[in-house]
C-alpha cells in the first residue's frame, strides 16, 4: 500500500520539462488532488492509499513531459475563484486577466446605469460569465470567431448556472451585436510573431494560434478595429478596456486617444508591466 508522499515524490521524480521545483510541485498537488482525490493535507501527513492507479498516473506523467499544459489535461483552470472547464480549443484563463475584469467591474458598480457589457474574443468564456456572476443585474453578450471556443463558453456557463448571449463573429469582417453596450472589454490575439522565440513549449504547441499572435507589422490590428467598431455600439461615457502587449502601452493610449476616446489610461498590471488600456466614449 502506498503513501501519498510516496507517491507525490514519484510524480516529482518523473516529471522532466524544463520547469523550476516549485513548478514542478504545483503540478504534482493539482495532479494528485484533481485524478486521485489526494489532497495537501494528505500528502503532508503522509497518509496510506488505500488503491493507486499507477497506469493513468504514467500516462498523464507522459502528457506532462510532452509538454502539454496541465490545464488542458485535467480539463480546467481556476480564475477569479472559481473553476472553469478548458480544453485546446481555448486558451488558458490566466491571473493578469482578472485585472480587466476588475477594471469593468468597478466601473459598473461606480455607474448604476450599466446594462449591457460585450466581450468580444472570448475564448473560455472566463470574462462574461465572471462578470455575469459579479453583476447579475447587467446583461451580457460575447462574441468569439472560433464556434469551438463558443461551445466551451457555453459549457461553463451552464457549469456555472448564469445566462451569456454568446454569438460567433469575426471582428475583422462582422459588425459587433446590434445593440448599444455600455461597456465593451476584449482581451484580443496582441503577442507578435517575434515574441515567439521567447515562448515556452507548453503554449507554442499546444494553445491555439488563432487566439495568441498578431503579425509584428500590425500588432495593434485588432485593437483598432474593435475600438472603431466600438464606438457605434457604445454608449456615450461607455467604457472600452483590453488586456494589451506589456510592450504597446504608449502605442495603445496613443490609438484610442486618436480614435476620439476621453480619459485614456493604461494600467499595469502586479508586476509592473503595462496591462490594461481603457478610454471611454
Not at 486521485?36 to 497518509?47: D, E, L, M, P
Not at 456557463?157 to 459587433?176: Q, R, W
Amino acid at each position: 500500500m502506498p503513501n501519498s508522499k510516496a507517491v507525490f515524490d514519484q510524480i516529482l521524480s518523473g516529471i522532466t520539462v524544463d520547469d523550476t521545483l516549485n513548478e514542478k510541485r504545483s503540478i504534482a498537488f493539482l495532479i494528485l488532488e484533481h485524478e486521485f482525490g489526494v489532497t495537501k493535507s494528505q500528502i503532508i501527513a503522509n497518509s496510506p492509499l488505500k488503491a493507486f492507479d499507477w497506469q493513468r498516473l504514467d500516462h498523464i506523467i507522459s502528457r506532462v513531459n510532452q509538454h502539454e499544459p496541465i490545464q488542458y489535461i485535467l480539463g480546467e483552470q481556476e480564475f477569479y475563484g472559481r473553476i472553469f472547464f478548458v480544453n485546446s480549443s481555448v486558451l488558458i484563463p490566466r491571473p493578469e486577466t482578472e485585472l480587466l475584469v476588475e477594471t469593468v467591474i468597478t466601473f459598473a458598480k461606480q455607474c448604476r446605469y450599466t446594462t449591457k457589457i460585450l466581450d468580444v474574443g472570448t475564448g473560455s468564456g472566463c470574462i462574461p460569465i465572471t462578470l455575469a456572476l459579479e453583476l447579475p443585474s447587467v446583461d451580457i453578450f460575447a462574441t468569439d470567431i472560433s464556434k469551438e471556443a463558443i461551445a466551451v463558453a457555453k459549457t461553463n456557463a451552464d457549469k456555472h448556472n448564469v445566462f451569456v448571449s454568446f454569438s460567433v463573429g469575426d471582428i475583422v469582417h462582422d459588425e459587433l451585436p446590434d445593440q448599444q453596450f455600455d461597456v465593451v472589454v476584449s482581451n484580443p490575439p496582441y503577442i507578435t510573431e517575434k515574441e515567439k522565440v521567447k515562448m515556452r513549449d507548453n503554449v507554442l504547441q499546444y494553445e491555439p494560434h488563432q487566439a495568441l499572435f498578431v503579425s509584428d507589422e500590425d500588432p495593434l490590428l485588432f485593437y483598432r478595429i474593435i475600438a472603431t467598431k466600438a464606438k457605434n455600439h457604445l454608449k456615450t461615457n461607455g467604457l472600452l478596456a483590453f488586456e494589451i502587449n506589456e510592450h504597446f502601452g504608449n502605442e495603445m493610449s496613443q490609438l484610442l486617444g486618436n480614435l476620439g476616446y476621453s480619459s485614456v489610461d493604461v494600467i499595469k498590471d502586479l508586476s509592473g508591466k503595462d496591462r490594461i488600456a481603457k478610454g471611454y466614449k
